[in-house]
């Protein structure tokens, strides 16, 4: 049974891996574009004479927009598939982060940044909703894990790139690079399947009277988790917004005043010792401890080291603080985030009457108990 094997890789079916990839490579791929406009803030503060509230402002209107998107994108998933939504939304903030790079104003930047912000929703829902539909549950935390370690690679990826072009060329190349992940998509349309659970459901759609029983089951739910969603993305975008330009500007203006060099080597220490261990760790968590539990835990150390960061002076306090309030609160919010999508699939397999995922799963039991 697979609730009872231990998780292998080798014990997981080639279109659980190729979903995995999938998801994993746009969440790696949404992060290096998404993050390039926190990377390069410092800058943009000075070549638009932007104040920091207006600044926070763009990134409001990106999040905003990418909670209209995922709705969006959610709905035409159900439609259209999840595997065609992945690639849209991929290619959405590729564009648009492309765009970026020909702004001639800040009212130009915001509107860009908005449309961006569309295509980073979509991708979050049909990313998490893919692997939810395709991984046994006992498997899934893990397998989200992995997916949402993802981000932390292309956020110090971002910063890398960055790092090389604004050393050679200006910030308008940074945006310039971020168009390079629409060519994934080629990729995903040709090797990526939709999940069964999905085909399922375009071939035996619950009628009006079971989709009621549906949103009646699971709207309570959905709701409080919506919630805690809600306050789990302020405290991520409002703590990594502003940590590149907290890092980079001169202290008189409030900031550490790091090199461009030193900059650089935290974000890449912040994202690959203290982020990416704590979404693969939060994952055998989950696992192992249950959802809540894990959630509950990571957001208890998440309060603790966020309180320590700010209080820290010293380059050395600052980077193991950040390092250690990365580790926490990158799965205080983006596990809250996957809660919602397994609990979605949870009900949509009540809806279609099985108790099962369809997808084989060789040298293991086919399916969950």
Not at 72 to 101: E, H, K
Not at 253 to 259: Q, V
Not at 312 to 337: E, K
């Amino acid at each position: 049974m697979v609730e009872s094997a231990p998780f292998r890789w080798r014990n997981t079916t080639d279109a659980q891996r190729r979903t995995l990839l999938a998801a994993a490579l746009g969440w790696m791929l949404d992060a290096f574009d998404v993050m390039l406009y926190s990377i390069v803030l410092a800058t943009l503060l000075g070549e638009f004479s932007m104040t920091k509230a207006t600044a926070g402002l763009l990134n409001t209107l990106t999040l905003i927009a990418s909670a209209i998107g995922s709705f969006f994108f959610g709905v035409w998933a159900d439609r259209f598939g999840r595997r065609r939504m992945l690639s849209a939304s991929i290619l959405t903030y590729s564009i648009f982060t492309f765009a970026c790079g020909f702004s001639s104003s800040v009212a130009m930047l915001a509107a860009l940044r908005f449309l961006l912000g569309l295509g980073m929703g979509g991708e979050w829902n049909a990313g998490a909703t893919l692997v939810a539909e395709t991984w046994p549950s006992a498997w899934r935390g893990r397998a989200l894990g992995i997916v949402q370690s993802s981000w932390a690679i292309g956020y110090a990826l971002a910063a890398m790139v960055a790092q090389i072009v604004l050393a050679r060329a200006g910030w308008r190349w940074v945006f310039f690079v971020g168009v390079l992940p629409a060519l994934v998509t080629v990729w995903i349309q040709r090797s990526v399947p939709e999940p069964e659970i999905w085909r399922q459901a375009r071939t035996s759609p619950p009628g009006i009277s079971g989709k009621r029983a549906l949103w009646s089951a699971a709207l309570p739910r959905l709701l409080v988790l919506l919630a805690m969603n809600t306050f789990g993305m302020f405290a991520w975008w409002g703590l990594f917004t502003w940590i590149p330009a907290y890092l980079a500007l001169p202290i008189a203006e409030g900031g550490r005043g790091f090199t461009l060099f030193g900059f650089t080597s935290f974000l890449v220490v912040l994202n690959l010792c203290g982020m990416w261990p704590g979404y693969i760790l939060f994952g055998w968590l989950a696992d192992t401890l249950g959802r809540k539990r894990a959630i509950v835990l990571y957001l208890a150390c998440a309060a603790v080291s966020v309180a320590a960061f700010a209080a820290a002076r010293s380059p050395g306090w600052i980077l193991l603080t950040a390092s250690i309030a990365a580790f926490a609160v990158g799965m205080a919010f983006y596990d809250a985030f996957s809660f919602i999508q397994v609990t979605i699939a949870a009900f949509i397999l009540l809806a279609l009457g099985t108790a099962t995922l369809s997808a084989p799963t060789p040298r293991a039991a086919p399916a969950d108990a």
